[in-house]
């Protein structure tokens, strides 16, 4: 497993950490930490798009997620989100993964975060009754403002982990307003040959959070 402490947060924590609500917690989402995970994996080349274009639609629209390398990642949290993608009958359309590849990240997404000192568990957390509190706050904001700057110039940001962050919240409708007016990619941080992937990841949160 990778060491929390010492490794980059990943997508799913970043944007888990985005979705904040109430003042000194953290809480749970259905799709989002995985809408994370499986983008890291079209980063590190992990899943691809095998786009089967129906009538009226974008390839990227009708688009299912094909696992090309299933061999270990070096993170626990990425060997199960992949496990939960391989183990269905055929290739998944990606708003239909979103949630159990989430049920896979969210074991571990808590388990770095409270690793990472950022926050503690109350009440046997993750049951629906139980929450997350903040444990240091100065961390907490000091990652949340990178973010936070990101966001306000998506077209500038380079990184595609941060970028990809930004990407998730936008298509989300956590910005009110904006789901559904904007383009899927803010920027152009993603290397080319994962573009088509990650557009179908987001055209899949898109779809879950209209959807709702």
Known sequence: MTDATTSMPSI?????????????????????????????????????????????TEPADNARL???????????????????????????????????????????????????GVVRETGGYPTGRDRLEI???????ERKSVLARARTLPATVSDPRIGAVIDLLRNNGTYRGESGLLSIIAGDCYPPATRDVISSILRGVRHMSTSQ
């Open 66 to 116: 094909v696992v090309v390398d299933d061999s270990p990642t070096g993170s626990a949290m990425l060997d199960d989100a992949l496990a939960a993608v391989s183990a269905r009958r055929r290739p998944p359309f990606a708003y239909k993964v979103l949630q159990p590849v989430t049920v896979a990240v969210v074991p571990h997404l808590y388990v770095a975060r409270v690793e990472r």
């Open 12 to 56: 799913a924590e970043d944007v888990q950490l985005m979705l904040q609500q109430r003042p000194g917690q953290l809480e749970p989402d259905q799709i989002m930490p995985g809408a994370g995970a499986l983008i890291e994996l079209a980063l590190e080349g992990r899943i691809r798009t095998d786009p089967k274009a129906g009538f009226l």
């Open 135 to 141: 444990a240091d706050e100065s961390v907490f904001f």
